[in-house]
Structures are given as structure tokens and as C-alpha cells.
């Protein structure tokens, strides 16, 4: 079984800087796709980054640019370097990561099979 522990949340200014982290465990828990979404207030859940095994990454068209997706299976982390912070990034950050995959990563949360509890993130103006 899959368990994930997100860290690194906080509140900071707009243009500053957060580093989110997600430790992991389970066997095979970076087989296939792994990615953090968020969840603003009465919003869906949205894919903002995603990593597959290979390291190819797919991005949000409003994040491009400004957030990084990175992993380290040796020590068992996920990470999302968040830069350039805007108020609209305020939102509750959940790492996820997929039991199987058929074809490249989504950014679909109905494609992610394991959750952490997820971390916040509040960016003020």
C-alpha cells in the first residue's frame, strides 16, 4: 500500500516562494505517474504538475514557467518547487500518485489511485 505525507505548505506574499515535499512509501509507489493537484474553495481539483517514471512532466498552462516538478526515488520524495507565487495559487496542495497507467500521464485526478492529506498553501497580494 501506497502512503503519502505532504510537507512544506505555508503563507507567504505574492512573487515569493514555496518548496513542497511529499514523502512516500510502498513499493511501487513511482512506477507509473505521480503529480500534485490542488483544491481552492468550491473549486474541482486541479492536475498543476505531473512526473511519470521516465521524468517527462506535463504542467498547468497557469503554472508553466514558475512551478517545478521534481522527484528523488532514492529518498523517497516528491517535490514541487513553487516560484513566482500568485494569489489565484492559494489553495489546499494534495501529492497523488497512480497504481497503473496506460499511455502518457494525465493531469486527471480520476486517473490517481493514492493521496496524501494534503498541505496549504495561502499566497496574499
Known amino acids: 500500500e501506497v502512503q503519502l505525507v505532504e510537507s512544506g505548505g505555508g503563507s507567504v506574499q505574492a512573487g515569493g516562494s514555496l518548496r513542497l515535499s511529499c514523502a512516500a512509501s510502498?513499493?511501487?509507489?513511482?512506477?507509473?505517474?505521480m503529480g500534485w493537484f490542488r483544491q481552492a474553495p468550491g473549486k474541482g481539483r486541479e492536475g498543476v504538475a505531473v512526473?511519470?517514471?521516465?521524468?517527462?512532466?506535463y504542467y498547468a498552462e497557469s503554472v508553466k514557467g514558475r512551478f517545478t516538478i521534481s522527484v528523488d526515488t532514492a529518498k523517497n520524495g516528491l517535490y514541487l518547487q513553487m516560484n513566482s507565487l500568485k494569489p489565484e495559487d492559494t489553495a489546499k496542495y494534495y501529492c497523488s500518485t497512480s497504481a497503473w497507467r496506460i499511455g502518457e500521464c494525465t493531469r486527471e485526478h480520476k486517473d490517481y489511485d493514492f493521496w496524501g492529506q494534503g498541505t496549504q498553501v495561502s499566497v496574499s497580494s
Open positions: 510502498g513499493p511501487t509507489w513511482s512506477t507509473f505517474c
Open positions: 512526473i511519470d517514471n521516465l521524468g517527462r512532466t
